[in-house]
């Protein structure tokens, strides 16, 4: 297939889903009469993304010989000297977003279809995901911020939708609402930064923004002192701290956990939580301008890296364990961006899409099998079931930890030795805090491997702690509460189409990091997608001098201490969940203050609730009362409707009714008339 980089093939790509997306989700539901079932709702979406995907290859092929595209689709509006435009820029790095988000899109297709089987709303879940697609797209091949604030918006409604799937559950609405008020932080700031561009530039296309780097790094912000490529950028990155879940804006990601399984691997693994990675790389040439920005960014991926993954360590649930290692992973990418290893972070996001999808889909396989129960200390010895799920969970955690030759180790290894190669401010700590966070993830990896594939069966029967979850998960108003293996049930591998994606995404969970990581890193494949200062910030300059191919790469790693780090992970999840598995309640005993504050999830929620939640809630108040009740109901309504009423109340006595009263009047406006008359136009008079 071959064919050049034209309007209407680019075109095409995001179109496909979107048509599929508006066929399901119109003629699909009651809002269209319900005119198609099931069956064809789920093809014209697979058929839509999957045109979707084959084009977005061609792409990818077209772009590697050589053949770039930026250009205009249509202009939407202008005003004055500014061009609002709708357009596309193809390059190395575009179209590897691209084909990595149809991929994992089309396997969540084809998964769903086993995962949501008979559940009500079936049509509206393919609709949702293939507008999402749709929503991705648009972002990752924008040319501008204006169609990337598009994406990024879109992105967000739709995850609102798909989170709050289930809207007959109260913790499902609770979860979709934060999602959307807590991304609306980071959207201010995300648009203040497009605002303060766009006022300095007079454009906001990136070319044109880009052109002005020089011009723009010696400017300051009007009436301060301050650097303006530092507020612009730090702007842009609270944008990204949002949407990719970034320390303290991470805490609506576990709770959209709520959402049926699809979107979590949709959502988590290659689109919204790493469309901020994919904008602070495509806007390297402004970020390479101020290092003050770069340490801010290595400073927060680093938190948002060791802490997040001490909270996956206590979680339960099994969907909320994957989900903090969603947020840890992310911390590891914002790291590679703030040591401007930009490169690295994009291939971390691509190897991760990958294992993390895996993950997630691997991890619906289990709550399919378990009749929709969740949590890990209801199960237990499933390797005997569900020998595939189980192959595909141990080949996601393997590339996770970073596995000598796995895709996540090369990815994962490459960032760490940036941040060692780095002397941005704040790289000791990150250096520290990746460290650790090697031997933290390996634990909560295999800590969910052993509890759910190995050990005693723990389903199948009653105990006190089975009723409390149950009995938790029915005051959250979970509809799914009820559901799991009755005594004496037992489990079963999932259908083939749930398992055949999780084996496809298993190929290059493991492969695709040997093949690639040479061009991405260390050739010229990203071109100028990318830019990074080398005189400045040399940390791509040396891991190419100090990288001699994967598989040198992967047999230093037996001398370094990462892998010791993650070998001391893997036991320590051994001794306490299969050969001890006393030792961990006896240490969380010994550690309960430490414990209850990562139960607590360090009260991050509760902060988030007083601060947002309720101070939203009092803005809101004070705008109702003293806005719209005194201001514009009490006084430009209701104020010019008492004036006038005030007014009639005393023009009304004119109106008497009787006749000698309108002839005195007449008489009395006679005489004011002619005595006028007569001061105007008879000068002896006056």
């Known amino acids: 297939m071959q064919l050049t980089l034209n309007i209407p093939v680019l075109c095409a790509i995001p179109l496909a889903p979107l048509v599929g997306s508006i066929i399901a989700g119109f003629f699909g539901t009651k809002l269209g009469g319900n005119r198609i079932g099931h069956g064809a709702s ?362 000598p030759f796995f895709s996540g180790f090369y990815s994962k290894d490459s960032i760490i030795e940036a941040i060692a190669a780095s002397h941005i401010p704040g790289s000791v700590f990150a250096y520290f805090a990746v460290m650790a966070s090697v031997f933290v993830t390996a634990l909560y990896s295999f800590r969910l491997y052993f509890y759910v594939f190995h050990g005693k069966a723990r389903w199948g029967h009653d105990d006190a702690r089975a009723h409390d979850h149950h009995h938790e998960h029915a005051e959250q108003g979970d509809d799914h509460a009820h559901h799991r293996l009755a005594p004496g049930q037992k489990p079963h591998e999932s259908p083939f189409v749930v398992t055949l994606p999780l084996i496809l995404l298993a190929i290059p969970s493991v492969i695709i990091g040997f093949y690639t990581i040479s061009p991405l890193l260390f050739g010229t494949y990203f071109g100028d997608s990318i830019f990074i200062d080398l005189a400045r910030h040399p940390v791509m300059q040396e891991l190419e001098d100090e990288c001699h191919g994967p598989v040198a790469m992967a047999m230093h790693a037996f001398t370094s201490p990462v892998l010791l780090l993650v070998v001391l992970g893997v036991l320590t999840a051994a001794i306490g969940y299969l050969w001890a598995p006393k030792l961990p309640g006896k240490v969380a005993q010994a550690f309960a203050p430490i414990k209850k504050l990562f139960d607590n999830k360090y009260y991050l929620d509760e902060i988030n609730q007083a601060v947002f939640a309720k101070g939203l809630i009092w803005i809101g108040s004070f705008l109702w009362h003293r806005g719209d009740q005194k201001v514009i109901d009490g006084f430009f309504v209701n104020g010019s409707a008492h004036t006038v009423g005030r007014f009639a109340g005393v023009i009304r006595h004119l109106q008497s009714g009787y006749l000698y009263h309108y002839a005195f009047a007449m008489i009395v406006g006679l005489a004011v008339l002619l005595a006028w008359v007569l001061y105007a136009y008879l000068p002896f008079v006056r």
């Not at 202009?75 to 500014?82: A, D, N």
């Not at 990337?148 to 799937?165: K, M, P, R, T």
């Not at 296309?205 to 912000?221: E, G, K, P, R």
């Not at 002192?225 to 842009?236: E, K, P, Q």
Request: net charge negative; with cysteine.
């Open 42 to 403: 789920q093809f014209v979406t697979i058929l839509g993304v999957t045109i979707a995907f084959v084009l977005s290859c061609n792409v990818l092929v077209q772009v590697m010989d050589g053949f770039y595209f930026n250009g205009t689709v249509y202009r939407w509006m202008q005003l004055g000297e500014l061009n609002l435009d709708i357009g596309f820029l193809i390059d190395p790095l575009t179209a590897t977003m691209m084909c990595v988000v149809t991929f994992v899109s089309l396997m969540v297709h084809i998964y769903t279809i086993g995962y949501m089987h008979g559940e009500e709303g079936y049509n509206r879940f393919f609709s949702y995901i293939s507008l999402f697609t749709f929503a991705m797209l648009m972002l990752v091949m924008s040319n501008n911020l204006l169609q990337l604030f598009f994406g990024w918006e879109a992105v967000g409604v739709v995850s609102y939708l798909l989170i709050g799937f289930y809207f007959e559950r109260q913790s499902a609405v609770f979860a979709n609402m934060k999602a959307f008020l807590v991304n609306r932080v980071g959207d201010f700031g995300f648009i203040l930064g497009i605002g303060i561009l766009l006022a300095s530039t007079g454009s906001m296309q990136y070319d044109v923004i880009f052109s002005q780097n020089s011009v723009l790094a010696a400017q300051t912000l009007p009436g301060t002192n301050w650097n303006l490529m530092t507020v612009a950028c730090i702007c842009l990155f609270i944008g990204a701290m949002g949407k990719s879940a970034q320390f303290p804006l991470h805490v609506w990601l576990p709770d959209s956990m709520e959402g049926p399984t699809p979107i979590s691997a949709l959502i988590h693994a290659a689109t919204m939580v790493t469309s901020g990675i994919f904008m602070v790389s495509r806007m390297s040439p402004l970020f390479e301008l101020s290092d003050a920005t770069l340490s801010f960014i290595l400073v927060i991926g680093s938190i948002t890296a060791l802490f997040m993954g001490f909270l996956g360590i206590v979680q339960n649930d099994i969907k909320r364990v994957v989900a903090y290692s969603t947020l840890s992973q992310l911390g590891y990418m914002t790291v590679a961006l703030g040591v401007s290893a930009y490169p690295v972070a994009i291939f971390h996001l691509m190897t991760h899409a990958f294992f993390k999808a895996l993950l997630f889909l691997a991890s619906g396989s289990v709550i399919l099998s378990m009749h929709h129960e969740q949590d890990m200390r209801k199960m237990g010895g499933l390797w005997k079931y569900m020998p595939i799920t189980c192959l595909m969970m141990l080949l996601g955690n393997l590339s996770l930890v970073g596995t």
